[in-house]
């Protein structure tokens, strides 16, 4: 891309929307301030992975960041509230593409309510569908909810930049709460068209059986089994009995007898490696996928192969870092650089 | 067609499930032009084994089922729906035509589907070379796993995600909801608007290649990196590994909770000016590990609130906190009303998600329900190809363009 200027304001969501912008050979400035809501991993593993590739600067005076402002393309800026946002001058930033990041957006009655990502997890609707029915619903470890927020914050940026002469303003408006309700597979609509609440099952998809997570040899596998792949199911299970058995003929009868195909299920799969699993699953053409730790997940040669992993350097050591998830035209993923915080503003 | 700034985009729209059709909502959201190209059989046959995961749009499958399905209504907003039968040959030009007329392909298929239809992406670049190929397999289209069948729940598995999703270290947990597919979703989108820009400087289509498994390993990104620095990750349950309390705690009322978090000190004092018994004085070390009763403390004094009391108390104060919501709770939510997210554009006014994507002169009022299966045969055909009202009677007639199931 010609080289854009983009500035970051503010946390997680901000710097992954910076990052996908450097990995795509942006010019981006960070504005380093501290966060407020603290991270779910080290910072030197989080400015690895969120802020390489960007120049970084701190002690940014109010009239200097105006100034950045009016040089960038794009600011993406995020805060811990709208008033917050508008605390930085947004309103009056002049750039091409400007997108607010907030809790709860920049208008409503909740606009400047304190939230943190388990509040916005509970509050969307997806805290009370996971977890075991007879306990506490289990929240969402990590940023999944900043950096799906970031990747549409980079794109809200790149479409207005795309459509500059498509009759809509220059400014996105991004609130995490509507986010996560934007992503419901299917709360909302089950319960204004079939108006049933949907609970939480454990690990168990439940409206699909058998999906659920069960133990092996070594390891644990998850088994998703909508009704087209029974069949070979019954065969990568290698029951090929259960086929003819009366209480599992049709998705709803396995739903019926749930406990019973479980207990089938279990049983069959509990001294089996899953490795022997993995390759039984690409055999038999099956959704079963096996518990992958993080050592797994590093040691695939499936993403060496496709080269996945981009070399980068934290806390002194040489790390494989994730690459962006999208590739174009099978361009190589950059190596990432990171360059400590700075006081000088760099020159745009 | 909705006004955006992604109006004069022209997508063609072949994905199916979830992933693949969310990413082409939020597009379409954005104002693209996007037609969808559906095989007959693409809603399913004409009468359904059992009621959908999301109920029936009106509350009856009606005389149409395979048109009423909420889940499937809810992400195909803002097109029009062309149904042809691609393993036809005169399905097969007839799609390359839109191709010549396109500037975008979707699809979320297995990395053997397109190039079985004989519509790899050589071919639809010779049809059109500044086309935008996208595609959305579960593994990419390279490596050992290429063929592996997925599904959001099982790449979540494979992501290394359950490491850390859980009760504690020895009861992983699966979301189970399919959390892969969003993140496959938002990522798509990305990819498009970049690929845009990208033809805008070189005049050529692209192909673009988003893997649902690397968006999942993506997301666990700073763990990996702290896993290769010697920390130890695990599932802590609602435990943070720095803010202290945080949890998700009981209140007054059938499976009735409520979240809450200390960001730091100040989060703290908050706190304590709310909820009797708990040491203002009491510093982060303290607090973890005190974590056990600090927490016993919260619950009996959450336990005798309804969440949205509690919630009120916390927030005056301003302490992060929520409710657990529920979907009624959701659509009830004061600040979801006050902006309009959910949008009654749809048949029997059924409120549907919004965009999370709000920009000046986008407007939920032109949204445009669902299409019925082929409902816009005639009108794409004769927009695009130019083909008339004859011409369609005939390709429907012979089974290659199609508005209800094959009986």
Known sequence: MAVLKVLELGDYAAGYAGRLFAHQGADVVRVETPAREPAWASAAAMTLYLHANKRRVVDVSPVVMAQLAAQADVVICEGATASAVQATGFDEFTARAKVAVTPYGMTGPKRDWAATNNVLLAAGGYTFIMGDPDRAPLSLPGHYLDFQVGALAYAAAMAVLSGEDAPAGNTADIGKLETLMSMSQFTTVRYHCAGEIRTRHGSDYHFVTPSELFRCADGWVYVNIVATFWDAFALFLDRPEVLLDARFTTNDLRMENRDALHAIIAEALIDIPVAELGMRAAECRVPVGVVHTFDDVLGLEHLRTRGFWVRGRAAGQDVDVPGVPFRIDGVERPDLGVTSADREVPAW | ?407
């Open chain 2, 1 to 407: 067609m909705v006004s955006g700034p992604l109006n004069g985009l022209k997508i063609l729209d072949l994905t199916h499930i979830w992933a693949g059709p969310l990413a082409v909502r939020m597009l379409s959201d954005l104002g693209a032009e996007v037609v969808k190209v559906e095989a007959p059989y693409g809603r399913g046959p004409r009468e359904l084994p059992s009621s959908p995961l999301g109920g029936w749009i009106g509350g009856a499958p009606g005389e149409d089922p395979w048109n009423n399905n909420a889940i499937f209504v809810k992400l195909a907003r803002n097109r029009r729906s062309v149904s042809v039968d691609l393993k036809q040959a005169a399905g097969r030009d007839l799609f390359l035509g839109l191709v010549a007329q396109a500037d975008v392909v979707m699809e979320n298929f297995s990395v053997r589907a397109m190039p079985s239809l004989g519509l790899d992406f050589a071919t639809l670049q010779a049809a059109n070379p500044r086309i935008i190929y996208v595609t959305m397999p579960g593994f990419g289209i390279s490596g050992p796993l290429k063929d592996r069948v997925a599904f959001g729940p099982t790449v979540e598995a494979m992501s290394g995600f359950t490491t850390v999703m859980g009760y504690g270290q020895d009861e992983p947990r699966n979301t189970a909801m399919a959390l892969m597919d969003p993140v496959g979703a938002t990522h798509a989108v990305a990819a498009v608007v970049t690929a845009l820009q990208r033809r805008e400087q070189t005049g050529r289509g692209s192909f673009v290649e988003m893997s649902l498994h690397e968006g999942g390993v993506a997301y666990n990104g700073p763990w990996l990196i702290d896993h290769q620095l010697g920390e130890r990750i695990t599932s802590i349950g609602n435990a943070h590994p720095v803010m202290s309390p945080h949890g998700v705690f009981s209140c007054a009322g059938e499976d009735a909770w409520l979240a809450l978090a200390c960001r730091d000190d100040a989060d703290w004092q908050n706190l304590c000016s709310v909820v009797p018994g708990l040491d203002a004085t009491s510093n982060l070390a303290r607090r973890r590990a005190d974590a056990p009763e600090i927490e016993k403390v919260i619950n009996g004094w959450t336990v005798e609130l309804d969440k949205f009391t509690a919630t009120e108390f916390l927030q005056r104060a301003g302490v992060p906190a929520g409710p657990v919501s529920t979907t009624p709770d959701m659509a009830e939510d004061p600040q979801v009303q006050a902006r309009g997210f959910f949008v009654p554009y749809e048949r029997f006014a059924t409120p549907m998600p919004g965009n999370p994507i709000k920009i000046d002169g986008l407007d939920p009022a032109e949204w445009t329900p669902c299409p019925g299966l082929g409902a816009d045969n005639a009108e794409v055909l004769a927009d695009w190809l130019g083909w008339s009202a004859e011409q369609t009677e005939a390709a429907l007639a012979a089974g290659v363009l199609a508005d209800k199931p094959p009986a």
